[in-house]
T-cell receptor
Framework: GAVVSQHPSRVICKSGTSVKIECRSLDFQATTMFWYRQFPKQSLMLMATSNEGSKATYEQGVEKDKFLINHASLTLSTLTVTSAHPEDSSFYIC??????????????FGPGTRLTVT | GQNIDQPTEMTATEGAIVQINCTYQTSGFNGLFWYQQHAGEAPTFLSYNVLDGLEEKGRFSSFLSRSKGYSYLLLKELQMKDSASYLCAAMDSNYQLIWGAGTKLIIKP
């Protein structure tokens, strides 16, 4: 099956610093990538949808200037958490899917990145 | 609005059968997904239903009734490793997934 990787898997940073998380589709081209956030014991919350070469579409309540998303190629999307605060500590998961006309593709999830802001 | 409902937690015995229900209300419908998520890990795909009926895949089966806005995931011959959260997600007319809060399944020996 399709493989999506994320890097880093865990990161600890100090409040006020920025952290970049990478999401890569290893064996397929992902025209669309999704970024999710998951707090403990809660379901996934979609933060934004990004299409290669265009600006990301952010969900209501997600600050686009704080969570910078770049989908520069068909295999790489990055999420940068700027000026991180302790409340940004969460599990960040990306997923990717290909574009198949007329069909619905499942999303392939990355392993997630555990962010802890101290 | 769009909404997904599934039980918060269920308990079952090793070797038994358990059914996890999910009801959904979405703007348009393009299928129902079930994912398994172990603690601290990302979800993994289990099944996808877009037509009414039962889809069987090994020990796991998934059922869909579009007219009732209802799906269930059936797990047979439960094993301890099946202890996880099971997420129900419906795809709306914009092909966006609407996620349920997940059902935590506890398997007891």
């Amino acid at each position: 099956g399709a493989v999506v990787s994320q890097h880093p898997s865990r990161v600890i940073c100090k409040s006020g610093t920025s952290v970049k998380i990478e999401c890569r589709s290893l064996d397929f081209q992902a025209t669309t990538m999704f970024w999710y956030r998951q707090f403990p014991k809660q379901s996934l919350m979609l933060m934004a949808t990004s299409n290669e070469g265009s600006k990301a579409t952010y969900e209501q309540g997600v600050e686009k200037d704080k969570f910078l998303i770049n989908h520069a190629s068909l295999t790489l999307s990055t999420l940068t958490v700027t000026s991180a605060h302790p409340e940004d500590s969460s599990f960040y998961i990306c997923s990717a899917k290909t574009q198949t006309s007329g069909e619905v593709d499942e999303q392939y999830f990355g392993p997630g990145t555990r962010l802890t802001v101290t | 609005g769009q909404n997904i409902d599934q039980p918060t937690e269920m308990t079952a015995t090793e070797g038994a059968i358990v059914q996890i229900n999910c009801t959904y209300q979405t703007s348009g419908f393009n299928g129902l997904f079930w994912y398994q998520q172990h603690a601290g890990e990302a979800p993994t795909f289990l099944s996808y239903n877009v037509l009414d009926g039962l889809e069987e895949k090994g020990r796991f089966s998934s059922f869909l009734s579009r007219s009732k806005g209802y799906s269930y995931l059936l797990l047979k011959e439960l094993q301890m490793k099946d202890s996880a959260s099971y997420l129900c997600a419906a795809m709306d007319s914009n092909y966006q997934l609407i996620w349920g809060a997940g059902t935590k399944l506890i398997i007891k020996p």
